[in-house]
Nanobody, 124 residues
């Protein structure tokens, strides 16, 4: 069993930064695609950023390009999402998700393992 735990969410003013972390017990991230999704109030869950199992291919949703950065530590046991220039519309619960495949996808069904989420609130 793989358990994912996110941390780093909180309250921040517009223009501020937060760094989300995701740790996995049971299996490392190495070799498996990992992604961050978010769900804002009243909206569907959406893809934010992802990194493939080899750590080579990285993908970002258009609405975060240039502001967010996904990374993985060298030990391949943690994945991070650095969020800069935050906007009120970034307010959401952010989820870490891990695939059982190397390839990177934007569809949630490709990720069988999910964390409980961490709340991010950006005030205007």
């Amino acid at each position: 069993q793989v358990d994912l735990v996110e941390s780093g969410g909180g309250f921040v003013e517009a223009g501020g930064s937060l760094r989300l972390s995701c740790g996995a017990s049971g299996l490392p991230f190495g070799g498996y695609a990992t992604a961050w999704f978010r769900r804002a109030p009243g909206k569907e869950r959406e893809f934010v950023a992802g990194i493939d199992g080899n750590g080579v291919n990285i993908d970002y949703a258009d609405f975060v390009k240039g502001r967010f950065t996904i990374s993985r530590d060298s030990a391949e046991i943690m994945v991070f999402l650095q969020m800069n220039s935050l906007k009120p519309e970034d307010t959401a619960v952010y989820y870490c998700a891990r695939s059982t495949e190397t390839g990177l996808y934007r569809t949630p069904r490709q990720y069988p393992y999910w964390g409980q989420g961490t709340q991010v609130v950006v005030s205007s």
